[in-house]
């Protein structure tokens, strides 16, 4: 990696070899009349569908190949390491498929990080979560009406904080868990890094994918990682068990504050945006430069 | 990601960043004369030959050293993870080494929904599936003459309903796996995509591989994981007892149904190829 050398230049910033898109409208009439943003959302519902559907399936079928007292064996199914990779894999492969179309979101920690960013509207936000938490329920309800003793006998794949954590716990893995997914997203596809690192933007998803694998591995001992409040939603409403419903806001709490802290992370320490805005005003106000 | 802001030209196509190739002729004449034809054909059986082989031999390797009735242990063997691994990686290393040559298909499947798609001709589907379920056959046949004792006790690698499961179920998850992997196979394709992102395509393959892995981490419980009806058949034929031939018909029709709705969803939702014909019709303008 280039190392970043913030040359003090005197000179116009024409001489940056990067482009900063400007932010995006709060409310953007005109996106809503053009197909692109319906298509966009249709994206989203079907790739948070499969998600959903591929990942809680891998959990229900780990469940019932262990289960000693239904014919199952020990070591019989995927593994924990199995259902990481479920998680982590599926989003790599539908962040790939999306990117294009919809910017491959599939979780409203993501897209609320990006709101905050300023990389989306607020309409755009708002379908996009409603989008996202209605595939994730009819997701689950594939994984439900395909098999349903199986899935009300093996917890339907919802997040519980498990026993032994306090909430405290749980809340701090959610966070922490979504901090580094929307960061890794943030630098995935920030416009700086795309411009000096010849940047295949191919490749952006897999580091995506990667950063949910590891967070699970972590964290599916907590609370079964959450990390994604459309998928802890959509388990939670096709599931509805009282615990998974009394442990909800953590997984939605926690995801937000993350999100929002690896947006003000990247954008203001990172990038330092709002640094080089007070110094465009303390110094060089003339030349109004547009850091 | 860059968001997909799609200008609307005043006149013609011409500024399109990309171009979309013609439909396929259903009856390509031309093709049959040509070597590289026959080129894809064989490299579409050797593929598959090698994908069977290895992933097969995988499953009966694992059931070897975790029967504990002959000498295995219990968490012997690579894992029902492994076995997963096995066939998502083979399909990245084989899709990898022929994407050049025949497109990499490796499934009947992934050629039908592109057939469906107008990307290759009639003739050409048929030839390639029908490689395709030669070199299924090969491959297994492969496994069985080098360990035949093995491989008819521990069930041939074949693709069958598992207990506790509908015909239902089953056939649903063909059709959900199948339409993951077309579906990501289509995205991978994309000339629209190829065009904008720089998109180098000797990574494709990754992503297609990664559908495979992930959609046998799902369904393995439930079937085995078919979504290839290439891989079922040539298990099927090797193997050769009467509860893989009863399920048989789940492992084509289920594949082939979510093959379709992965052509539908990509060609007349995401590219829009409906409302754009509509729209060059019901305006002068040719939007």
Redesign the interface.
């Known amino acids: 990696m280039a190392k970043d050398l913030d040359v003090n230049e005197s000179g116009p910033p024409a001489a940056r070899d990067y482009k900063d898109p400007p932010p995006a409208p709060f409310f953007d009439m005109e996106e809503l009349r053009?197909?692109?943003l319906y298509?966009?959302v249709?994206?989203e519902f079907?790739a948070t569908l499969?998600f959903l559907?591929?990942?809680i399936?891998?959990v229900i079928?780990?469940k019932?190949?262990t289960d000693a007292t239904a014919?199952g064996?020990?070591?019989?199914?995927?593994?924990i390491?199995?259902?990481a990779?479920?998680f982590g894999?599926?989003i790599?492969?539908l962040v790939?498929?999306?990117?294009?179309?919809?910017?491959?979101h599939i979780n409203p920690a993501v897209t609320v990080g990006l709101f905050l960013a300023r990389k989306v509207s607020l309409v755009r936000t708002v379908l996009y979560i409603v989008a996202q938490c209605l595939g994730a329920i009819c997701g689950c309800g594939?994984v439900k009406?395909?098999?349903s003793s199986?899935y009300t006998r093996y917890g339907g794949g919802a997040n519980e904080l498990a026993d032994g954590y306090n909430k405290g716990t749980g809340l701090g893995a959610e966070i922490i868990g979504t901090f580094v997914l929307v960061y890794t997203v943030f630098s995935a596809?920030d416009p700086k890094r795309n411009a000096r690192d010849s940047h295949?933007?191919?490749?952006?998803?897999?580091p995506i994918?990667f950063a949910v694998f590891m967070v699970h591995l972590a964290t599916i001992p907590i609370t079964g990682t959450g990390i994604n409040p459309a998928r802890s939603f959509g388990a939670a409403v096709i599931y509805n068990n009282e615990k998974a419903w009394d442990d909800q806001w953590i997984f939605w709490v926690g995801p937000m504050i993350g999100a929002a802290a690896a947006a003000f992370y990247h954008q203001f320490i990172l990038r330092a945006a709002a640094i080089k805005a007070l110094g465009s005003f303390g110094s060089f106000g003339s030349f109004r430069s547009f850091a």
Do not use: E, H
């Open positions: 053009k197909w692109p298509r966009a249709i994206a079907v499969l559907y591929v990942s399936l891998t079928g780990y019932a190949q014919g064996v020990d070591c019989g199914g995927v593994g390491l199995g259902i990779w479920a894999g599926m790599f492969v790939y498929c999306t990117a294009g179309i919809s910017g491959g594939f009406a395909f098999q199986y596809t295949v933007p191919v490749l952006a998803p897999l994918g």
